[in-house]
């Protein structure tokens, strides 16, 4: 037995989720062409499912899905892994906790990460979900595992689920795939209200007692309570 077979039924049903989430991705406008990619941890193994790269959102399907391990070598497929799966692998591998990690260059989010410039936390909606600012990361060249490491570093120490990778763009994360998908679209929502509040003035910071109190609620409270957990919007 070969430790893909071992794990084939959740394999199957994260290359299924994993396809599925990249329509979201276009249906929220946070990519163009093939500019973004959604992986997940397969659990208990040093595996992950990602999208083939420069393949079309409208071709994705199930079967299309690559698995590959922690050195983003091909496992099962039959296409190139995303380019960005060093970075993806390098997440899980430094990570435990994170099921799920998301990458898109949205335009609001981008314009941030082009001026190097931390998203101040100004609405209640950044403390619910990021806890505070979005950070910015360093400058890193696709290629090698200097993104990954600028994610994790960036990452490692904040309350954020998303990094602004400087000149680059929006790398999220979650406990799953859906979560990190969850937070791609919340980031270039606050991103893109963040700039306009600015086109109008200086937007008000929150207190930081006020921001903890707002991230505990979210975190902890909201949503339906059972099997999925607080701060899961089943
Ligand atoms: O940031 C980059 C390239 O700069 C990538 O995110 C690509 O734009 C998408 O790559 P694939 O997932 O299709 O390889």
Redesign the pocket.
Known sequence: MTVVSEVRDTIALLRAQVADLHAELTRNQLVIW????VSARVPGRELLVI?P???SYDELTPESMVVTDFDGRLVEGTRSP???TDAHAYVYRHLPEVGGVV?T?STYACAWAALGRPVPCVLTMMADEFGGEIPIGPFAL?GDDSIGRGIVETLRHSRSRAVLMAN??PFTIGRDAREAVKAAVMCEDVCRSVYMAMQLGDPAPIPQDKIDSLFARYQNVYGQPGPAGPGKDV
């Open positions: 093939t500019a973004g990619n999208k790269s420069g393949v995303s380019s960005d990458h260059h696709i680059h763009g």
